[in-house]
């Protein structure tokens, strides 16, 4: 039996290629879309790969490009699902992604994102300043008042989709900014 995986562009067998060595659902396996993985009481994805054609699965890092993975890290979604959080708080991320078990509690993105964070926001908001003193005369506590609140606003808005790229970034590319030995 075949199924048509949409997110790959490819057909997908249904039953395990792999003559149900290591796998602890032998046999049929429940190829949900977007996930590859083993029916839904096991969480271990232990039949990825089992595709018609011999590729590897949907869900291996080799497969999903690196604008795809930047995309999902600036969502704050899991690179690799796209339906996981990154993040169990506003800048803590998850052990684990919740839909697809991929580990991401040993990659570190440390001083980037808030590298990327500065550029971003000094690059909106310093022309927009100079714009807005050319157009208008603001009296000086207003300016005071109103371009921190606004780069402040914006710096919060853009740091964990900054983060969120760089773990992307790191995961995607199997770069060492990792604890794991």
Request: hydrophobic letters at 45%; charged letters at 20%.
């Amino acid at each position: 039996m075949v199924q048509y995986d949409l997110l790959a562009g490819r057909a997908r067998s249904r039953f395990c290629l792999r003559g149900r060595q290591g796998c602890s659902n032998p046999g049929r396996v429940d190829w949900a879309i977007r996930s590859a993985q083993c029916a839904p009481t096991n969480k271990r994805p232990c039949c990825k790969g089992d595709d018609v054609n011999g590729a590897t699965s949907v869900g291996d890092p080799r497969q999903i490009d690196l604008p795809r993975a930047i995309w999902r890290g600036a969502l704050r979604r899991c690179p690799r699902c796209g339906r996981g959080v990154l993040f169990k708080s506003y800048l803590k991320q998850v052990d684990a992604c919740a839909a697809c078990d991929e580990e991401y509690a040993h990659i570190r993105a440390d001083d980037a994102p808030p590298w990327l964070t500065i550029l971003i926001v000094g690059h909106i908001v310093v022309p927009l300043i100079f714009v807005v003193n050319s157009w208008f005369f603001w009296p000086n506590w207003l300016v005071m008042l109103v371009w921190p609140v606004v780069t402040a606003a914006l710096a919060l808005t853009v740091l964990p989709r900054a983060k969120g790229i760089f773990i992307a970034i790191i995961w995607a590319t199997r770069a060492p900014g990792s604890e794991r030995r």
